[in-house]
């Protein structure tokens, strides 16, 4: 099991930017496809990206392609989420999790940090 901290959310105005981390620790980080989600109130749970354990694959929802950027640190078992352009309509809470590379199986997230955009 793998145990995830995100950091970086807040309020910031339509337009803005924020940057989203994901610090891991336990296992081998390299291993896992990192990937974020997020859950408005009253909406189910969205993929927003992911990474592959090199970073040379992502994947981004319609929604958020073209303003966010997953990345990831190896060397610091750190994931990103930068966020730019921002929305009201992206106002959510983000977790990121662990996926074990060729499994569809979750093996650690993270208790999420909130996101609020203004208009």
């Known amino acids: 099991q793998v145990q995830l901290i995100e950091s970086g959310g807040g309020l910031v105005q339509a337009g803005g930017s924020l940057r989203l981390s994901c610090a891991a620790s336990?296992?081998?980080?390299?291993?896992?496809?990192m990937v974020w989600f997020r859950q408005a109130p009253g909406k189910e749970r969205e993929l927003v990206a992911r990474i592959s354990g090199t970073g040379l694959r992502s994947y981004y929802a319609d929604s958020v392609k073209g303003r966010f950027t997953v990345s990831r640190d190896n060397a610091k078992s750190t994931a990103y989420l930068q966020m730019n352009s921002l929305k009201p309509e992206d106002t959510a809470a983000y977790s990121c999790?662990?996926?074990?590379?060729?499994?569809?199986?979750?093996?650690?997230w993270g208790q999420g940090t909130q996101v609020t955009v203004s208009s």
């Open positions: 336990g296992g081998t980080f390299s291993a896992y496809v």
């Open positions: 999790a662990a996926q074990a590379s060729g499994s569809a199986n979750y093996v650690g």
